[in-house]
């Protein structure tokens, strides 16, 4: 829904009702937050938070899922291994951040909306991460496909920090290996 | 904090709590489950529920975790190989039913509760992954380590299923295979 009604003043009020919601999870944890209480912090109408996201989880998912699209990027770097390995890096810094697991938690605890709302709220990240496999078919390479960057990178990393298991380079770069391995991807 | 409680009057307790716990959960979705409602329905008192599991998302962990290991056993096939692929199919078979889906939600709405206690209400799971496991070594098989079956098998069909991907015997098959031939597993 949000993404029909970037630009100009809707984009500064979602930008500063994000940044409210934000600072709240980070104080409070995710389960806390309430709408008027974000509404107040930046200095918008309940009603039109309401209005426009339905419930606080509904929110929550879209300001989660902008942070990590605008705050961790997917890379560029010329080659689909070099982007899969800087990415699975990326992803081992913010889960073994002080702050980037609270947003996690978030993702977790507003999952509980629609899966069509699921589905939209994660469209952005799904279009970067689809854009960066796109660049490397385009530039001749074998990219694998996205449900396997779901299956062998994303599902593993995320799973073991959820579970409070090891997450470091080393795990990504063989997770990043095995991943091209499959189908000769990455050649 | 349970498992040091099984056992008499005690066990009879925890399983009607659980009982209550689960079908409120199925009625109203695990976010909107209080306490009160549990021990209400089940018959206790909410100080005795306080007393024993301090909040209510840690008596959901407790009751969802207690249900995967009772209704979903772990196979004994006589094989690595077969009972890995049992264990998966099982897995498909059970986010695709009408009802499980609900305690998979439960426990990731329940995952708020500390990390240690996390851990404490995985532990009876775990034990259930590990004696498989070990019955394959004893066997002289070369079972993979629990830590390549979270990362292979359980993080790729659990994050599908939350995504709402595509889940079925093809991909538990495929998952399974891979993972065994991960350093020769299971020769």
Known sequence: MS????????????????AAASELVMAKGPLAVTMPEIAQRAGVAATSLYRRWGDVSSLLLDMAVDR????????????????LTCWARRIVAGVNTADEPTFLRTLLAA???????????????????????????????KAPPLEEVIDHL????????????????????RL????????????
Chains 1, 2 share one sequence.
């Open 154 to 173: 994303l599902a593993p990393l995320y799973m073991r920090a959820l579970l409070g298991l090891n997450v470091d380079d080393v795990l990504a770069e």
């Open 111 to 141: 999952w509980s909306v629609p899966p069509e709302r699921q589905m939209e709220a994660l469209a952005p990240r799904i279009e970067q991460i689809e854009a960066m496999l796109e660049r490397s078919r385009v530039r001749g390479e």
């Open 176 to 187: 990043t290996t095995r991943l091209l391995a499959i189908d000769g991807a990455g050649a």
């Open 3 to 18: 993404s029909r009604r970037v630009g100009g003043r809707s984009a500064i009020v979602r930008s500063s009702v994000f």
């Open 68 to 83: 990590l699209t605008r705050k961790w990027p997917l890379p560029d770097e010329g080659s689909i291994k070099a982007d």
